[in-house]
């Protein structure tokens, strides 16, 4: 039973009844959360009589409301993000216990669990001490990237994780405006040549039609003045581009 309380104090959780009664915590102390009707209590409890003597006196519990403090330093972003999440969990079993609000799940406090043998699980790794960051599954089983550590003092894990997909969408944009920038370039260039050699074929037909040009306008001459020089000239011409054609 609650012997005394500061005003204001939340109603002492069925949880810690419960905890307090088990004689293995007496002497050692514990932090841990409870569920409420309300979310959640972080309770920091302390037996009030020296160790090793026998139960019956009262103990201390510091109790505190984390929608107050710890879940908005949780949901603090220093960028916004469309998946961005901190999480914060306990090995409860075989199982991982979430201890904080998560952002897409509606289900209530305490209640969202994983295997703690979930391939890749990064709360995994973060209750098991491993600082580090790398590519993990989060508790929607999505591909994330992560960062993953143990908060000393406690049996709780932490991860700061983005999904996968957005982590990478700045680089796949930019992937896909060098590749529309080097398409055009490539289009421009492509252009310039088809330009260049059309214009050259152009250049080229006129200069043989001036050519023609010239040697029609010299048969006509040389025909009206001397027909038998032009009979000779024009065989001998026959005979020299005879070949190119």
Not at 97 to 102: D, W
Not at 141 to 168: C, H, N, Q, S, Y
Request: charged share 25%; glycine share 8%; hydrophobic share 45%.
């Amino acid at each position: 039973r609650t012997l005394a309380s500061t005003p204001g104090a939340p109603p002492l959780p069925d949880a810690c009844r419960t905890w307090m009664a088990d004689p293995a915590w007496r002497g050692v102390g514990a932090r841990f959360f409870a569920a409420t009707d309300r979310g959640a209590l972080i309770v920091h409890a302390r037996p009030a009589h020296p160790p090793g003597e026998s139960g019956g006196a009262p103990s201390v519990l510091l109790v505190r409301d984390p929608a107050h403090w710890l879940y908005p330093l949780l949901s603090r972003e220093p960028a916004a993000t469309k998946t961005g999440e901190v999480l914060l969990m306990r090995r409860e079993g075989e199982w991982v216990q979430f201890l904080a609000p998560l952002r897409f799940s509606a289900s209530p406090l305490l209640s969202v669990t994983r295997s703690i043998d979930a391939q890749g699980l990064a709360a995994r790794h973060a209750l098991e001490g491993r600082e580090a960051f790398g590519e993990y599954r989060d508790y929607r089983d999505a591909p994330i990237l992560a960062a993953t550590r143990r908060i000393a003092g406690t049996k709780w894990g932490l991860v700061a994780k983005v999904d996968r997909e957005e982590a990478f969408a700045p680089y796949r944009s930019r992937v896909i405006w060098m590749g529309a920038v080097w398409l055009l370039l490539l289009l421009l260039l492509g252009t310039a040549l088809w330009t260049y050699a059309h214009r050259q074929r152009l250049q080229h037909l006129e200069a043989l039609s001036r050519r023609d040009e010239r040697y029609r306008l010299l048969r006509e001459e040389a025909g009206a003045g001397c027909p038998d020089v032009f009979a000779e000239v024009s065989a001998a011409a026959d005979v020299v581009l005879a070949p190119t054609n």
